[in-house]
């Protein structure tokens, strides 16, 4: 195997992972991938119909395989878990998706895997902190998709609003992936200047914006309720975070990232921006909050602790 070959294994093949695996395929990024799921002929059916996408794409080996194949992995991706339904909230799929999760993280590990950790599923900022506790690993090679996705929903949200290239705008959403999470307006720009003023100056008032943060926090549910899953936006933002990983990029993405003292918080996984690169969480990037945005920080990051105590304390109960 060539120095430069990269691997990644997916765990989890439903609406997500199949979509991230499709996006994968679009991208010059690892030339192995290993799809597993408990439904080994959909793996097996998916890699077959995925592989025919390289011709036009880029080579990959892609395959049917099992948590051995992590062995040598640079990253394993897990989106395996029950999906949230019409009226349920992320939060309510803690206790199955623990469950879920502690089955999977440690045949992974005693694989002898030594590669960096990517979850997707929900809900995630817990599932990131299981991961976590589950393997051993350190902090910085555990990373959450966090708020990636509802960053790029509010960034979507203001460049229609503004008429702008959402990639143009500098906003983002921190704290739990989930209804606590909240726009960090107060420190957003567009072009170093106040995204704020640029905002007023439109004629859009703080209401408008607060519409938006609010039609952010619960795009997911109106997704759900049509067509039963989201998926493209988490797969692509997954996608994302990976070329960071694999391509060594230290750039600045918004993710569920282990807080060591910043904002006032720790042993929390939650929405933050970050440098990722090859190996992995390089650290955090803390944006200076108002007051305001701090006590909502802390409030999220305090319902992500007791949610989490209490479903390890189930876990455990159960064991």
Request: proline share 3%.
């Given at each position: 195997m060539s120095k430069n070959h990269q691997k990644v294994v997916l765990v989890g093949d439903g609406a997500v992972g199949s979509a991230y695996a499709f996006s994968l395929m679009h991208q010059n990024l690892?030339?192995?991938l290993?799809?597993?799921?408990?439904?080994?002929?959909?793996?097996?059916?998916?890699?077959?119909?995925?592989?025919?996408?390289?011709?036009?794409?880029?080579?990959?080996r892609v395959y049917a395989g099992d948590y051995s194949d992590a062995k040598d992995a640079d990253l394993v991706v897990i989106t395996a878990g029950a999906p949230q339904k019409p009226g349920e909230t992320r939060l309510d799929?803690?206790?199955?998706?623990?469950?879920?999760l502690s089955s999977i993280v440690k045949p992974i590990v005693d694989s002898g895997f030594d590669g960096i950790f990517l979850l997707a599923a929900n809900p995630v900022d817990i599932l990131t902190y299981a991961t976590w506790k589950f393997s051993g690993f350190?902090?910085?090679?555990?990373?959450?998709?966090?708020?990636?996705l509802d960053t790029s929903r509010l960034r979507v949200a203001l460049g229609k609003k503004l008429d702008l290239d959402p990639r143009s705008i500098e906003a983002y959403i921190l704290g739990e992936h989930g209804d606590t999470e909240f726009a960090a307006y107060d420190e957003a720009t567009i072009g170093s200047k106040s995204l704020l003023e640029i905002a007023a100056d439109k004629g859009i008032t703080k209401e408008d914006l607060l519409q938006i943060e609010d039609e952010t926090?619960?795009?997911?549910?109106?997704?759900?309720?049509?067509?039963?899953?989201?998926?493209?936006?988490?797969?692509?933002?997954?996608m994302r975070i990976t070329r960071a990983i694999l391509r060594d990029e230290n750039a600045v993405l918004p993710v569920g990232a282990a807080l060591d003292g910043e904002y006032g918080l720790d042993d929390v996984f939650i929405g933050t921006p970050a440098i990722i690169n090859a190996s992995g969480l390089a650290g955090v990037v803390e944006i200076n909050l108002s007051d305001d945005e701090k006590a909502k920080?802390?409030?999220s990051a305090e319902t992500?602790?007791?949610v989490t105590k209490d479903g390890l304390a189930a876990l455990d109960a159960e064991a």
């Open positions: 690892a030339e192995e290993v799809i597993v799921d408990v439904i080994k002929e959909r793996t097996e059916g998916d890699a077959l119909d995925l592989e025919d996408a390289q011709a036009f794409t880029s080579p990959k799929l803690v206790n199955k998706n623990l469950k879920i350190p902090k910085n090679k555990v990373i959450g998709s966090g708020t990636s926090r619960n795009k997911a549910y109106e997704i759900i309720n049509r067509k039963g899953a989201t998926y493209y936006g988490v797969a692509t933002s997954l920080m802390a409030a992500l602790k007791q």
